[in-house]
């Protein structure tokens, strides 16, 4: 079974950036289609960002398209998630999950319930 552990959370002020990375052991993930979630207090799990195994198709949820940039680095099995000018609606837990498929089309790969393995979350927070 693999373990999924993000890292790189943290406070930051509104159009600041972050970059978030999430390392994987226990299985190659170059095989498995990745993506990012995230979820608000008092909020459902949302889709931020997915990626191909190989790393060339991408999708991206409408709020955060020309902000973040999803990218994988498979001889280091990590993914990571460049979040550039953030805003206070981007405060959540990000999480990083595994897709036990090819990513699909977005109608699927948006979907939480299509993801198998997940970290335990790192914590984003925009002030204004």
């Known amino acids: 079974q693999v373990q999924l552990v993000e890292s790189g959370g943290g406070l930051v002020l509104g159009g600041e950036s972050l970059t978030l990375s999430c390392t994987a052991s226990?299985?190659?993930?170059?095989?498995?289609?990745m993506g990012w979630f995230r979820q608000a207090p008092g909020k459902e799990r949302e889709f931020v960002a997915a990626t191909s195994r190989s790393g060339i198709s991408k999708y991206y949820t409408e709020s955060v398209k020309g902000r973040f940039s999803i990218s994988r680095d498979n001889t280091k099995n990590m993914v990571f998630l460049q979040m550039n000018n953030l805003l206070p609606q981007d405060t959540a837990v990000y999480y990083c999950?595994?897709?036990?498929?090819?990513?699909?089309?977005?109608?699927?790969?948006?979907?939480?319930?299509?993801?198998?393995?997940w970290g335990q979350g790192t914590q984003v927070t925009v002030a204004s």
């Open positions: 999950a595994r897709r036990p498929a090819a990513l699909g089309p977005l109608a699927t790969a948006r979907l939480p319930e299509s993801y198998e393995d």
């Open positions: 226990g299985r190659d993930l170059s095989n498995h289609a």
